[in-house]
Antibody, heavy 118, light 106 residues
Framework: QVQLQESGPGLVKPSETLSLTCTVS????????WSWIRQPPGKGLEWIGY???????MSNPSLKSRVTTSVDMSKNQFSLRLSSVTAADTAVYYC????????????WGQGTMVTVSS | SYELTQPPSVSVSPGQTVSITCSGD??????ACWYQQKPGQSPVLVIY???RRPSGIPERFSGSNSGNTATLTITGTQSMDEADYYC?????????FGGGTKLTVL
């Protein structure tokens, strides 16, 4: 059974960079796409971006200039960096296994709350 | 940018059938997915490729997609189905989510 676990600081100061890591267990990170999704308190889901083991990636156009994703095959982890954060970036951040355009996001982490505040 | 539109809320009586719609330009030309999210929990994929159910998803969940509208249908709705439902589509190599629909089972 594939399991995902997000980790990272729960509090980030405005203008700084949010950094999160997702650790995958129960399967290899090498054969799927891996996505990040966020959900502001009381609001809907927003897709942030995905990465593949080759390093190919794509981001939400609304966030593209601030998003960096990476993958560490040796640790079975992938990571998200979101720069120049503001209060609007406060959200629960999820990582998920991405089956691609036809298969959806079939395994999700439990999510981690990140608050942007000074 | 591509947009998906869902009704904010839908209600249904236990045992009845309910449909939740998701609208987008030529959505029928793309694959649609549906997720169920209960309070305090991570989303769960309930439909992919318009109408396929992942392993473990009850048969009462079904989906269709044609024209500009994808539809999630729950037949014989149970109280445990009360949740937020999100549609999702793949457009220009990116994922797009609908705004979500709160399903209330009265």
């Amino acid at each position: 059974q594939v399991q995902l676990q997000e980790s990272g600081p729960g509090l980030v100061k405005p203008s700084e960079t949010l950094s999160l890591t997702c650790t995958v267990s129960g399967g290899s990170i090498g054969t799927y796409y891996w996505s990040w999704i966020r959900q502001p308190p009381g609001k809907g889901l927003e897709w942030i971006g995905y990465i593949y083991n080759s390093g190919s990636h794509m981001s939400n156009p609304s966030l593209k200039s601030r998003v960096t994703t990476s993958v560490d095959m040796s640790k079975n982890q992938f990571s998200l960096r979101l720069s120049s954060v503001t209060a609007a970036d406060t959200a629960v951040y999820y990582c998920a296994r991405d089956g691609g355009g036809s298969h959806g996001l079939d395994y999700w982490g439990q999510g981690t709350m990140v608050t942007v505040s000074s | 940018s591509y947009e998906l539109t869902q009704p904010p809320s839908v209600s249904v009586s236990p045992g009845q059938t309910v449909s939740i719609t998701c609208s987008g330009d030529k959505l029928g030309d793309k694959y649609a997915c549906w997720y169920q999210q209960k309070p305090g929990q991570s989303p769960v994929l309930v439909i992919y490729q318009d109408s396929r159910r992942p392993s473990g998803i009850p048969e009462r969940f079904s989906g269709s997609n044609s024209g500009n509208t994808a539809t999630l249908t729950i037949t014989g709705t149970q109280s445990m189905d009360e949740a937020d439902y999100y549609c999702q589509a793949w457009d220009s190599s990116t994922w797009v989510f609908g705004g979500g629909t709160k399903l209330t089972v009265l």
